[in-house]
């Protein structure tokens, strides 16, 4: 898992082949697995690969989501904020999860921001995904990810790169 965290980062092109069903599979029960509030569950993921939708999906909004537009796979996180009020930080975990277990199967991803996003029309960028997918109104989009096998290498972050002066501690530091 540590591998992951350290390798993961932002991929924008993709190669042009799709991904094996056997490894959307273990995506899907990846994000199945993540920790819920209270247990709730308000997530729903709605995995596309269809490329007339990933196309349409990459016009959502104006900037930054171009690149599921060339991807295998967009996983499109919704909640439902009549189930949770945590909904946010439930798809948030999940979207993680998905990232790097995609990164633990070879295959890169980006997270495109949906929620509180200006759409290409000038409204509500959810409204646009909403409307792509057919989705109900109760269900809100937090993000999508796209998905595939990376057709450019971005080297890992040094550890010397990281923002220390972030963390503080408090307590016993005898470590």
């Known amino acids: 898992m540590l591998d992951a965290v350290r390798t993961r980062r932002s991929i924008r092109r993709y190669e042009a082949r799709p991904i094996e069903p056997t490894k959307i599979e273990q995506l899907q029960e990846a994000m199945l697995r993540a920790p819920s509030s209270r247990n709730l569950k308000p997530w729903r993921f709605v995995f596309v690969t269809d490329p007339d939708l990933l196309q349409a999906l990459a016009h959502a909004k104006p900037s930054f989501a171009q690149s599921i537009g060339g991807a295998a796979l967009g ?28 990164t633990d199967l070879g295959l890169g991803s980006c997270w495109i921001q949906i929620r509180a996003r200006q759409g290409e029309d000038g409204g509500p960028a959810e409204n646009r995904v909403r409307e792509i997918l057919g989705l109900p109104d109760e269900l809100s ?20 790169s990281l923002d220390w002066d972030k963390i503080e501690t408090r307590g016993d530091e005898r470590g």
């Open 141 to 160: 989009v937090l993000c999508m990810i796209s998905v595939g096998y990376p057709a450019e290498e971005k080297t890992p972050r040094d550890r010397e």
């Open 75 to 102: 996983v499109v996180i919704c909640g439902d904020t009549s189930v949770s009020d945590c909904w946010i930080e439930d798809g948030s975990i999940a979207a993680t999860i998905l990232q790097l277990t995609a």
